[in-house]
């Protein structure tokens, strides 16, 4: 990362629940954003990765990029999101590489590719954001 991204990044902070999930940014800039997350303590009862948590690192990535390319002056609100899981990370960390497909004057859309650590697709996430002016 940047000093200016980073700058960027740890001025807005992540958010308490990416915070209590055990999500850790790896890497930001304007072409893309890396995270990943534990699976452990964020399962579900059969001890699969839960598939809200897999939407939670997805939109935490997707809005934060999203809010990051906005620009000064304006923020970003996610108005749609959608997930496929076609994989289930039982144990270690999953990474999600999170790219802009569509950066517009309102709306930006982002995928995310959740892996687990075999490089293996569990997961991949749509985010839509809508780029609001903010009030002064």
């Keep these: 990362m940047s000093v200016d991204d980073v700058d960027w990044y740890t ?16 890497e930001f800039d304007r072409e893309h954003a890396v995270a990943r997350m534990p699976v452990e303590g964020n399962t579900q009862p059969l001890g699969l ?5 897999y ?5 935490s990535l997707g809005s934060m990029h999203a809010n ?5 002056g304006r923020f970003a609100v996610g108005v749609d999101i959608n997930a496929t899981h076609t994989g289930s990370a039982t144990s270690g960390w999953v990474t999600g590489v999170c790219r802009p497909i569509h950066v517009g004057k309102s709306l930006t859309v982002h995928e995310i590719a959740v892996t687990d650590e075999g490089g293996r697709r569990c997961s991949t996430i749509r985010i839509t954001n809508m780029i609001r002016q903010a009030k002064n």
């Design 55 to 59: 939407c939670v690192l997805g939109e």
């Design 11 to 26: 001025s807005r902070g992540q958010g308490t629940l990416a915070d209590r999930m055990g999500i850790e940014i790896l």
């Design 49 to 53: 990765l839960h598939g809200g948590a």
């Design 68 to 72: 990051y390319l906005a620009g000064e």
